[in-house]
């Protein structure tokens, strides 16, 4: 399913891929100064 929304849409599915990314580098942050802290 979502590889057929990609080819309809790329920039779209870009766009959601740098938000996760975000996200993720965001808890893995958060969650390493929670650790150090």
Avoid: F, H
């Amino acid at each position: 399913m979502i590889e057929i929304y990609s080819v309809c849409n790329p920039n779209l599915t870009k766009a959601v891929q740098d938000q996760v990314w975000r996200n993720v580098v965001y808890l893995s942050v958060t969650s390493n100064y929670k650790i150090n802290a």
